[in-house]
């Protein structure tokens, strides 16, 4: 018989969080940091309209952009919160979460050789989802020194001919980085003198700790270049509900609409309809939760600092990236270890890229009472190691 | 949110809270969140420090008792003595002025059902401005004080997720 399958497929690395996966799922009595949604519930106004709208029987195929009362809220709630408007009828697309946006828009915009830039580290579907469309993905590796924001010098450098997109993942994971009004106006110029395109992934955009979450669509001559992506899994603790949304010009949206269309039909009914509930009433539950994860971020960083290790301040998500280099182990081997002998989880910054070598993605999305005791096993594991480098 | 409301609604949730702890979790030095602490108490915003019990896992028998309660309102008093005839009963649980079809609100705990009736009947009726009292007695308590009791809530989440 030949060979199934196909070559582009199964030369794609798989996810070094699968593979994490596997060993923390064969510790029982482990507890984790390892997550990368909401430890809330939804909402249960939200929860409730979701409920409803099955028991009215709304169980058909929605249109294939998506509702139309949900992509009018969208646009309202885009226009409230950053002051950008969009036209409901064509220049939203409601997704499966906002990993479908991301694929569609690469999909969309990109033909074989097109070169897509990809700031790592980063989530772990851009590069991917770039191999799969023929593109070739160009790994721009973000520094400490810059709290790993994106810079203008490390965009010129990885620019050529052939550079087509930015991918653009801030607030970030899973560094917690975000990128405020200057560190965008310093990028911009660049993009616009490239004439790159840019994918901007907001999906932690409500979940920012040092002013609100500023969008590059929002700038001079960027909303024409700029495909923005959000959603509800994190915003609003609904990842289960698998529900996001792409924004942009016209005839891009066009084109990712068809392949949405082809693909995917539409996205989950029950979840539009719990949707229209969380963008129109949902504000008080993100400040709600906003204000719960940023108290859980300040007693991260000073057990962090407390235990002296090294770990810039994040302003965004709902992770903190230790860096662990002091210990002359790989993140993989430190989680691991961490894993085996004090037994918490916590994510290899290296599933995230390269550039994430000698960190670790610690999550937040956990109670208090789980962070204290982690921290304290943290304490004890990093005490151990000390002695044992310093005997 | 403002620091102040911020103290208040850690502190409601839990107040064994210490004040390191709650200085980290504010942002702010230990000595500015002990500062705020001892102002909030002096200024009796913070009344006091308590705990949640479920009382339904004990096997001491507890009854609660709603009691909605009409009066008689006084010339230049209005409802405030009458209200503070009520609370000054130690088994007085709490009291609250309402609008609507009766005036106060009387919550009352007790060990039996004929201890309750025995307050309602003695002591409360017989207070002169009170013209009358409907009992009601709480069956089962599903959340308190926002607190849902009896269960406790797993984390179902997968362990490790991008």
Redesign the interface.
Known sequence: MRDPLAKKVVDIKPSGIRKFFDIVSEMKDAISLGVGEPDFDTPWHIRDEGIYALEKGKTFYTSNAGLKELREEIAAYLKRTQDIMYDPVSEILVTVGGSEGIDVALRAMCDPGDEVLIPQPSYVSYEPCAVLTGAKPVIINLKPENEFRLTAQEIEEAVTEKTKILVLPFPNNPTGAIMEQSDLEAIREVIIKHDLYVISDEIYGELTYKGKHISIATLPGMQERTILINGFSKAYAMTGWRLGYACGPKNILAQMTKIHQFAIMCAPTTSQYAAIEAVKNGDPDIARMRDSYNMRRRFLLNAFKEMNIECFEPFGAFYVFPCIKEFGMTSEEFATRFLQEDKVAAVPGTAFGDSGEGYLRISYAYSLERLEEAMKRFAHFVEKLRAQKNA | ?EFRE?LL??MEKNSRMNTK?LA????VSEEAAINELKALEDEGTICGYHTMVNWDNVSTEKVTALIEVKVTPQRGQGFDNIAERIYNYPEVESVYLMAGGYDLMVILEGKTLKEVSGFVTEKLSALETVTGTATHFILKKYKDHGTILGKKKE?T??????
């Open positions: 949110m911020e609604r850690i702890e980290v979790l504010l942002g984390d989440r997968e362990i490790v997720t991008p």
